[in-house]
């Protein structure tokens, strides 16, 4: 019987009886609407963001009312505009969906709202994460098999001074995404074998994407069957691994573990917080406790799967009883623990925090200098790329011309306007004459402004692609960046078709309150985007597209030992010639040469002729912090400093070595943790640095502007044949 019937004929029985009767129908009322549609929301990785990079948020929409078509709107909750970002989908009846957007980490709450067509609110979240991971802090999550299996690692006093620990994201195997660019957030990511066999085509597409850009993943063995049962997995770890033993000692193990435990001042190891000395700048558990511990640990005996080596090496243990294999993926890290650290002896050893923070690479000055990781990097790395293409349209009045244009007006409104009419004998004028000079100096003002400030429309582009050879293909991971300048306010339409991709404004670090410094609508249409970007009259803002694409192998490079240092192999499939192809060796940058369009072209490099990578960055230090800073000055002459873009572009991609030049960490720069090459200026890699003038590798911009440019420059890791 409907509900309305329901209460139509309890209001005619007398009594309480009735009045019971409608509170039941009201209530059953309520839940009925309740159930026709639910909407959850789920923020980041198990409730924690990162630092300056990607992450998802993922919704899930059940409807069980009647049918309508949906828009999910995600807005940062800070005191900027920033970015809405939406994807549109249809809800009929009796449905259940689950959407993933890709967010770029520039706040500390997020509001997710489901709307309808007609624009009404159906459905309103607002999410704030539990724990914002700092840059110097690498996040660590997991696929476990169980809760108790998820890694544990020391409290880390730097960031964290509640009673809170180092968490850990446990992940989903249904919630994991299926994009690569909403994994980025990611440092270290532990799988069991277990739910590796769980993940969908989409999903182990973008975990393989994520490991071959610089991520590093954990796989923790349960069964062979997970293994050689599943053709990515068994294809990717590096080695083949055939039976599993008992081993009954582990001394390895252990002292692998022990190699990563802090010491303080004082001798202490780092301990749980609770049990901390006050006098310790870091906590301790006691030796005898720990020494008991190991030594139970070790006497249990362990289940370990054995097999050869691929292309690996041994981490702990030895060739015969291997606990743990290091591989490389791509620039990524494959590490195999033969054994499983969800199961006994391993899920009770107290000291397995110690052996995944070492396996996490937390730094040691997270445990014993808290204030000294408290002061983090304040500039962004986007200042930079947007001082490399700012307009040269745009023109600043300097503070000396502002301050004498403002006594020139004090001086004619005051004694001049007074003396002159004294001297005519009309001080009633004055009435007439201050409006006048009010319109005449907004008139001048306005001249001035537009004689600086005032041009055609223009488009700059610089796009850095990472290739990551796949076989004899290749996956590109591209960062468009692109300053539009308006001469009106007006809206722009920009759009991409690549397999992953999405669009930010230009992250402003933290001087910039952490938020985004442009403002645009980001229409999510699959895994790319539609966006509407908003830029105010006579200013240029910066847009940067993050982007994932599979190709062909547009460039490639082989180094082989040579008579006096190497003999370095290009190959350039792209329909152009290249000018000038830079590659650093052993921590030397050289200038290889041209290379034509379509051909393979060998250079003999000398070694120890090369520029030092660390010095050339170094240079660049105090440019580069000048550059930014004009940007956000208001006042000051051209804003475009730097012009030699193809160096200054080579120069970011070493970060790391830019930070050393300056004086104090306040004013470093801070970006996109793959950003960074400097770790690949060892021995055992080289890098590959082309720089494509005029040249762009997609179309973003779906209007044409009066002015255009567009450059790229094309990054690439190989490792040195020996």
Known sequence: MPLKKVIGQAALIPGGRALS???????????????????????????????????????????????????????????????????MLDLPTNTRKRITIPVFATSRSWNVRLLDERGKVRSEQALVPRRMMKGSLPLVAALARTVAGVPVLPDCQAFFNDDSKYSVARLQTALFPDNPLALEGIDMLYVSSEKAVDLSLGQVNALMAWLQRGGHLVIGVEQLTDVNA?????????????????LSTHQALLEWARSGIVVSENGDQARPRSQARSSSPVNALSSADTAADDAQFDAAPMQVATGKLRNGHVLIGDAAAPLAIDGTCGRGRVTVLTFSPERE???????????????????????????GMGVANRLSSDGIFRAMIETKQVRKLPLGWLLALLVAYLVVIGPLDQYWLKKINRQMLTWVTFPCYVVFFSALIYFIGFHLRAGELEWNELNVVDI???????????????????????????????????????????FGGNQEGSRATVDQTGNNFHADAFVPVWTSELFVSDWVEPSALPLDMTVRPGRNGWDVTVNNALDHPLAGVRAVLDGRLYTLGDVPAGQSTTFAVNAGQGTLVSEMARQYGDRFRNAVGNLRSSFGNNVNQITDVPQAATATSFLSYVNMGGQQTWNNFTGPSNLDLSRFTGQNFAILLAWDAGHSPGTLNQFTPKRFHSDTLYRLVVPVKM
Request: charged share 20%; with cysteine; aromatic share 12%.
């Open 230 to 246: 599943t053709p990515w997995l068994r294809e990717l770890i590096p080695c083949t691994l055939a039976s599993m033993v008992k």
């Open 345 to 371: 002896p391993f899920v009770s050893w107290k000291n397995r925090v110690w052996f995944w923070s070492r396996l996490a690479e937390v730094p040691q000055s997270a445990y014993l200098n808290p204030n």
């Open 468 to 510: 990551l050879p796949d076989n004899d293909r290749a996956v590109l991971r591209g960062q468009t960046y692109v300053s539009i300048y308006s001469p009106n306010n007006a809206h722009y339409q920009l759009a991409s078709n690549r397999k992953f991709a999405s669009l930010r404004g230009e992250y402003l670090g933290n």
């Open 21 to 87: 009767l409608c509170v039941a129908a009201l209530l059953l009322l309520a839940a009925s609407a309740r159930a026709e549609l639910r909407f959850d929301a789920f923020l980041g990785y198990d409730d924690i963001l990162p630092e300056r990079s990607w992450f998802p948020i993922t919704c899930e929409i059940f409807n069980d009312g009647p049918a309508f078509n949906a828009v999910v709107e995600v807005t940062a909750q800070d005191f900027g505009e920033g970015q809405t970002r939406r994807i």
